[in-house]
């Protein structure tokens, strides 16, 4: 009897239900009923006014409606033999690389409860709840916000194992969110002006705030404007700096981008036969330097010896 399929095609007594605008979610006896002969895995569709806004025909939550049709959608064995084979297959198991690929299963818990001390489970109390599918009546009954948990378990693993790969979608959808808040920087600072003008205000000898004014040759009062550079520059120079898209992390200089200067690599140029080494240049260098004490006695020696010299130093009375 427990073997006997389940007919799909009865309508439910109670269903899982999921409000669309308070995100409230319950289970109770649907109040609309409608036939939907489309839908091959069930063909209802169910409607319930929501008991917490009161917002009419709020339809069955997505993950139930999805359920009922995984559950009419799976397959096993139905014989004996085909259970008894089943249980063979599970002899063994889990074996090694199960229990590598779900060591960490057994975190969940212990890290619930740390991260609890940082983001206890507030549904619809933080800024990214507005964008999270979790279900706010479950996200209420845990200990801490599943998302931030899978963060942390994330980030605890991979410091675990030494192996920083397993946070590449996270650096990466963090690396495309900063890029964004730097193109709405800059865009944001193209609308405004990169040049800010607004009047100079002072304080009077009483502390109030005063706007400075002049009286034209038209006899018109102008304001005094004080011009300064928009203050997002400078948070969009250091976001250009610290995601190292400057033109030289880029390597779109001019000089990176001249195929001589690539390859010369800002080193002299020079062919096998003009090429010395260092060891080269200092053996030569000291072979002159030996001969210089030499070479300058036998230049003293032959400046002695010169005629006109000997001639001049005659007359003067210095030989």
Same mark, same amino acid.
């Given at each position: 009897?427990?073997?006997?399929?389940?007919?799909?095609?009865?309508?439910?007594?109670?269903?899982?239900?999921?409000?669309?605008?308070?995100?409230?979610?319950?289970?109770? #006896?649907?109040?609309?009923?409608?036939?939907?002969?489309?839908?091959?895995?069930?063909?209802?569709? !169910?409607?319930?006014?929501? /008991? *917490?806004? *009161?917002?009419?025909?709020? /339809?069955?939550?997505?993950?139930?409606?999805?359920?009922? *049709? %995984?559950?009419?959608?799976?397959?096993?064995?139905?014989?004996?033999?085909?259970? @008894?084979?089943?249980? *063979?297959?599970?002899?063994?198991? /889990?074996? %090694? #690389? =199960? +229990?590598?690929?779900?060591?960490?299963?057994?975190?969940?818990?212990?890290? @619930?409860?740390?991260?609890?001390? !940082?983001?206890?489970?507030?549904?619809?109390? !933080?800024?990214?709840?507005?964008?999270?599918?979790?279900?706010?009546?479950?996200?209420?009954?845990?200990?801490?916000?599943?998302?931030?948990?899978?963060?942390?378990?994330?980030?605890?693993? =991979?410091?675990?194992?030494?192996?920083?790969?397993?946070?590449?979608?996270?650096? @990466?959808?963090?690396?495309?969110?900063?890029?964004?808040?730097?193109?709405?920087?800059?865009?944001?600072?193209?609308?405004?002006?990169?040049?800010?003008?607004?009047?100079?205000?002072?304080?009077?000898? #009483?502390?109030?705030? +005063?706007?400075?004014?002049?009286?034209?040759?038209?006899?018109?009062?102008?304001?005094? !404007?004080?011009?300064?550079?928009?203050?997002?520059?400078?948070?969009? @120079?250091?976001?250009?700096?610290?995601?190292?898209?400057?033109?030289?992390?880029?390597?779109?200089?001019?000089?990176?981008?001249?195929?001589?200067?690539?390859?010369?690599?800002?080193?002299?140029?020079?062919?096998?036969?003009?090429?010395?080494?260092?060891?080269?240049?200092?053996?030569?260098?000291?072979?002159?330097?030996?001969?210089?004490?030499?070479?300058?006695?036998?230049?003293?020696?032959?400046?002695? %010896?010169?005629?006109?010299?000997?001639?001049?130093? %005659?007359?003067?009375?210095?030989?």
């Amino acid at each position: 009897m427990g073997n006997m399929a389940k007919d799909w095609t009865a309508q439910l007594s109670a269903v899982n239900f999921r409000c669309d605008e308070c995100k409230h979610a319950w289970e109770s #006896e649907p109040d609309l009923i409608e036939d939907a002969p489309e839908l091959e895995h069930h063909p209802y569709r !169910y409607f319930a006014d929501c /008991p *917490k806004c *009161k917002v009419q025909r709020q /339809p069955q939550a997505a993950w139930a409606r999805a359920l009922l *049709k %995984a559950h009419q959608a799976s397959t096993g064995p139905k014989t004996p033999e085909g259970m @008894a084979a089943v249980r *063979k297959n599970l002899e063994g198991h /889990p074996n %090694a #690389e =199960a +229990v590598l690929r779900t060591r960490f299963n057994a975190m969940k818990h212990g890290m @619930a409860a740390k991260t609890a001390s !940082y983001f206890p489970a507030k549904p619809d109390k !933080y800024p990214f709840c507005g964008q999270c599918e979790v279900n706010r009546t479950w996200c209420a009954g845990q200990a801490a916000c599943v998302k931030q948990t899978e963060i942390f378990m994330l980030h605890h693993a =991979a410091f675990e194992s030494r192996n920083p790969r397993v946070l590449s979608g996270i650096h @990466a959808d963090l690396q495309a969110g900063l890029t964004a808040m730097l193109q709405m920087l800059m865009q944001g600072a193209l609308a405004d002006g990169v040049i800010i003008k607004q009047p100079r205000v002072e304080l009077d000898r #009483e502390g109030n705030s +005063v706007t400075l004014t002049y009286l034209g040759d038209d006899g018109q009062r102008k304001y005094i !404007y004080d011009h300064q550079s928009h203050p997002a520059l400078k948070a969009i @120079a250091d976001f250009v700096s610290r995601l190292g898209l400057s033109m030289g992390d880029l390597g779109m200089t001019v000089r990176a981008a001249d195929p001589e200067e690539e390859e010369g690599g800002g080193v002299l140029k020079l062919d096998d036969k003009t090429r010395e080494t260092l060891s080269d240049f200092n053996t030569r260098m000291l072979a002159v330097m030996s001969g210089a004490r030499d070479m300058l006695a036998a230049a003293d020696k032959a400046t002695k %010896a010169d005629p006109v010299l000997v001639a001049h130093e %005659a007359r003067e009375g210095k030989s």
